[in-house]
Each structure stands twice: as structure tokens, then as C-alpha cells.
């Protein structure tokens, strides 16, 4: 066989195999052609809000009016200033300032509660919005996580502009973003970390194969087709978000491998997390000096002690509930609390697509009787225990704002 046959076979192979049984693709997977690019580099930050939801009021413009204002309340950027009773800065009109970075997929919605908390705390507050993001899932198709990190440059030296003390806050890529700015930026004073992905699979860096033939078959540019009910977030996850994050975190570890970062760190992870790898986040932890140091971990044996965190510096935290059906926590479990009104214990939103398209009945089930359902992250163990949520709010919420509060204390 020749090498052109050979080629023919392989890409043939590929189709049959992007032929099977898949959802079909719907206008919400095709680029908008507004949100792929970081385009208001110029803009103040107020401007940037404003430009952002008009984008989001003209992609999302199918949603009906009154649901129409919830998705661009909780998709777009903001802001919130502390009281006037706060103190004031030195040079700036504020003395401290946080820059709120949300997860792949999913938008500043899963800020909110973090942002009020810095804001009672004395914080100036920004979230930015990452671009691909609150709009529709196909403009995650042509992203490059460069953009990702112009948004988080953005939004940094607005803070800058209004703070003494820059802090930088993200969940999951937006922890990676964080890390990522603070390596290149001395003017970043401490992290806040939920859930960074510092590690994902390899097999991301495959993600970019489809190009092969996805000009043939379009659903091959997908990881997953989902109904996307979710108004907060994606549930269909393109092969180049997988793509984009791979790379950033190759980008992080290439400048951790060069650079000691010696600023003040607070992390939120979950030893059960199946998103992302928890043993990078705590080998990233241990390298980190820094006296005021903290790594709060969900675990479900808080005897089981990493041997890598020195133990004044970690606090292991309980992750089960058994009266309230919570499994374990969840790579989706940190930001926001048990009774938030979309995520939470009896919100509007039950985490259900592991079920989708594979087990319809499955899938059904868990949407339609959220209150019967265990909750907890995707794993083999959990799964075994019967129809299962993943859990997207903290129920030691409470307990992590007490835990942030104490290593605000101690900054220096």
C-alpha cells in the first residue's frame, strides 16, 4: 500500500469512526463572529462591561425577555467597589483590588458570591469575561487561549490603574490565567486559586487531530454535543477549548520550571477531582514558600495527609454529607454556595449531561428529580451509588470564607 492510500485509509477511518451516533449540530455551534477575539484593550473598564453585554444581549437574543436579562446579568463582566468606610490607598483610591477569573466553559456567574466576599473584605472588584465565552459554544472553535491571557492583562492593569495591592483570583483556567499573569507580572501581590488547572489529560494535545477531516465533518470538532440547557455555562465542549487549556498549562509549566513564584497563595481544590490533576496543583503548592501560604482540600479522609504541604500551611476539609446526599466534592464545587439559586441543592440547574446521549432514561431521571439525587464528582466510586448530580456548589462555603479571611489577615 502506498503512502497517499495509506493516508486515504487513515482519514477514512477517522470518518466512519466521527460517523457514529452523535447529537446534531445547531446554529449555537457555529461562531457568532463577535467573540473570538480580546478586542477593548482601549476601552475603561466600565466601557468593557457595557460593549460586553450588548454582545452577549445580541448572541443570546433568542432567550425571552425576562430570562434575556439573567443570561446577560450572569454571563457578563462587572465590578463592585468597597464601602467608603474601607481604607483607602496610599497612591490610588483603594488600598487592595481583585481581578475574578471564571473556568472554561463557563462564565462570571460562578464569581458572584467570591466577588462579594472581597468586596465586604475592602476589595476592589473586576471579573472579566474570557473571550468564547457567554455567547454560544461555537465561538469556543476558533479561540486561542492567547486571548484568554490579553483578557487577563486587560483586566489586570485596569485594577492596577485603581489599586495599591493587586490580587489575582480564577477558577480552574482561570486559576491557570492567574498564575500565568502573576509569573510575568511583579506588580501581582497574592493568588486565590479554585481548582486551577495546572494539569489536564495528554490526550488534550491531540485535540487539534479533527482538522484532518472535520472540514468533512463538522460534529468532529466536538468532544461533546450537548442540549446546552444550561444558561450559565456550555455544556458542548469543543476540541480546541481542550486544545487552548493543554497549551496554557505547557505554558505555566514551562515558567514554573524557570521561575520560583514567591507571592502569597490561597488554593481550593478537591482530592476527588476528576477535571483536572489535584496532585499538580499540590506539587505546585509545595514549591510555593511563601509563609502566608494555604491549600484548603476537599477530601473524603481528612486522615489521609499529603506528605508534600507542610502541615501548618494545609487544611483538610470533610467532603461528605450524607444527609444531604453529597458524595464527595467536585471540580465545579468551589465557588459558590449550597444555596445559590441556580446551582444549588434545589436551584433551577441540575448537572446531568455525563448522562447525555448515552442514557437518555438516565439523563431524564436525573433532571426531573433533583431532590432524590446524590451529588458529588464524576467518579467510577460515586457512580456505583446510584443516579448522580455533579455537584456544583460548596456546602463549606461558609467555612472557606473564614479560612480566606484568616489568610487575608496575614498578607503582608
Known sequence: MNRFNSIFLGVSLLLLQACGETPPLGARHQPSGLNTQFNSGQLSFSDYVADSRAM???????????????????????????????????????????????????APYSMHSLASFFQENCFRVMAILLPGHGTQPGDLLDVTWQEWAKAEAYGTDKLAAEADEIYLAGFSTGGTLSVYQALGDKRVRGLFLFSPALKVTPKASLATVHKIYSWLMPSAKWVSIMPDKAIYRY????????????????AVQAQLNENVINIPIFTAASQDDTTVYTSATLDFMAQARHASNKLVLYTTDTKKVPPNIPVGKLELVNSVFPEQKILSSAHTSMTLPLDDAYYGM????????????????????????????????????????????RLMVNPNFATLKISMKKFIDSLP
Request: charged content about 30%.
Open 56 to 106: 452577549i444581549r445580541k448572541v443570546r437574543s433568542g432567550s425571552n425577555v425576562a430570562e434575556l436579562e439573567k443570561v446577560v446579568n450572569g454571563n457578563a463582566p462587572f465590578e463592585l467597589k468597597p464601602a467608603e468606610s474601607c481604607p483607602k490607598g496610599r497612591e490610588k483610591p483603594y488600598r487592595r483590588g481583585v481581578l475574578l477569573t471564571h473556568a472554561l466553559t463557563d
Open 346 to 389: 434545589m436551584g433551577e440547574y441540575s448537572s446531568c449531561i455525563h448522562y447525555y446521549p448515552d442514557d437518555i432514561k438516565q439523563y431524564d431521571a436525573c433532571n426531573k428529580n433533583p431532590e432524590q439525587d446524590l451529588q458529588g464528582e464524576l467518579t467510577e466510586e460515586n457512580f456505583k451509588a446510584g443516579t448522580l448530580r
Open 235 to 250: 455544556e458542548s465542549f469543543p476540541k480546541n477549548a481542550a486544545a487552548q487549556i493543554y497549551a496554557l498549562t505547557q
